[in-house]
């Protein structure tokens, strides 16, 4: 699984942050649980489960600040795969 987590500053507030999920070979995204500094945002149940996902948050997170996010993504076997970014500003 292929997981992309990205951040932009937003011109009011916070960050911008997108998350992509792409899943390697035949298997598909069924989950995915995203926390942002440590504070569970959403878990997105996919049904049926897709090849593939997209997410973007709008103004979260700290400026100034150190920021982390959590994306977890499990596939349609239930195995999953973790991804952290963590940045200050």
Same mark, same amino acid.
């Given at each position: 699984?292929?997981i ?7 011109? &009011?507030? #916070?960050? $911008? ?5 792409? %899943? $390697?070979?035949?298997? &598909? ?6 926390? *942002?500094?440590?504070? %569970?945002?959403a *878990? $997105?149940? &996919? $049904? %049926?489960?897709?090849?593939? @996902?997209?997410?973007? @948050?709008? /103004?979260? #997170?700290? @400026? %100034? ?8 993504? @499990?596939? +349609? ?6 991804? +952290? /970014?963590?940045?200050?500003?």
């Open positions: 699984m292929k992309v987590i990205s951040h932009a500053k937003n011109r &009011l507030e #916070g960050w $911008d942050i997108t998350i992509d999920a792409t %899943p $390697d070979g035949t298997e &598909l995204v069924s989950q995915v649980s995203t926390e *942002i500094n440590n504070f %569970p945002e *878990i $997105d149940t &996919l $049904d %049926p489960a897709s090849n593939s @996902y997209q997410r973007t @948050y709008i /103004q979260k #997170g700290q @400026y %100034p600040g150190t920021n982390k996010v959590r994306v977890t993504v @499990y596939n +349609d076997a239930a195995v999953s795969t973790v991804a +952290d /970014q963590i940045w200050d500003s």
